[in-house]
């Protein structure tokens, strides 16, 4: 069996730690208002992504440029749903929107991606 090492580089840290804070987010806001599917949903997503881009699995190495764009489709388009929708306009909203946006910007500079 192949052994994998993802290389792990600061803006990979950053990349991580962005998607963990918006993944976090969506999913915590499940214990304030109730269960909401679509938070719930969103969460899991970023989490999976994340794991798709990180984890040190060989037949995952060829595809991960074309997951780095999907996540970045993934947060614009969750940017964009949170404005048609008239998402939350607090705090935790403003802050996982923010860590979208770090997020997307991240993945496009990252050359580790490619």
């Known amino acids: 069996m192949e052994r994998v090492q993802t290389r792990i580089g600061w803006i990979q840290v950053l990349i ?3 998607g963990l804070v918006t993944a976090i987010i969506h999913l915590y806001l499940n214990f304030l208002g109730g269960f909401d599917v679509m938070f719930t949903l969103n ?3 970023y989490l ?3 794991g798709l881009l990180f984890l040190p699995i060989a037949f995952l190495r060829p595809f ?3 997951v780095r764009w ?3 489709g993934y947060a ?3 940017i964009v749903l ?3 929708l008239n998402g939350r306009t607090d705090v935790y909203g ?5 860590a979208e946006v770090v997020l997307i910007v991240l993945l496009f500079l990252d050359k580790e991606g490619k």
């Open 43 to 45: 969460g899991l997503g």
């Open 48 to 50: 999976g992504l994340l």
């Open 94 to 98: 403003y802050t996982a929107k923010l």
């Open 70 to 72: 999907v996540t970045m």
């Open 64 to 66: 991960r440029p074309v």
């Open 16 to 18: 991580l730690l962005a």
């Open 76 to 78: 614009l388009l969750t």
């Open 82 to 84: 949170w404005f048609v």
